[in-house]
């Protein structure tokens, strides 16, 4: 019989992953403490570590990242808006030949 798939919230993974910096007890008596497989504690570290030095990115790049995705999402949903049309007049006139 197969394990059941623990899903953890992200606030727990947060908490796991800054006891794994912090150090102050091992890898081992995390896994021990928490029931989560030593790769998937360094795995949730390491994400950790690479996020963090966008908290200190400033605001004004941040928005303009936030508006040049939205104007990308607004550009594939026009795009998609428009093959929609062309599928839907293509059915139409394919219709009509037959």
Same mark, same amino acid.
């Given at each position: @019989?197969?394990?059941?798939? +623990? ?6 993974? /947060? ?16 896994? /021990?403490?928490?029931? $989560? ?13 690479? @996020? ?10 941040? +928005? ?15 795009? $998609?808006?428009?093959?929609? $049309?062309?599928?839907?007049?293509? +059915? +139409?006139?394919?219709? /009509?030949?037959?």
């Amino acid at each position: @019989m197969t394990a059941k798939r +623990k899903r953890r919230s992200p606030q727990i993974k /947060a908490k796991i992953a800054l006891e794994a910096i912090k150090q102050q007890k091992t890898v081992s008596e995390i896994t /021990a403490q928490y029931g $989560v497989h030593a790769t998937q504690v360094n795995t949730w570290k390491k994400q950790v570590l690479e @996020m963090i030095p966008e908290a200190f990115t400033g605001s004004v790049k941040r +928005k303009r990242m936030e508006q040049e995705q939205q104007d990308l999402i607004d550009r594939l949903y026009r795009q $998609v808006g428009e093959l929609v $049309v062309e599928r839907d007049w293509l +059915k +139409k006139k394919y219709k /009509a030949g037959l």
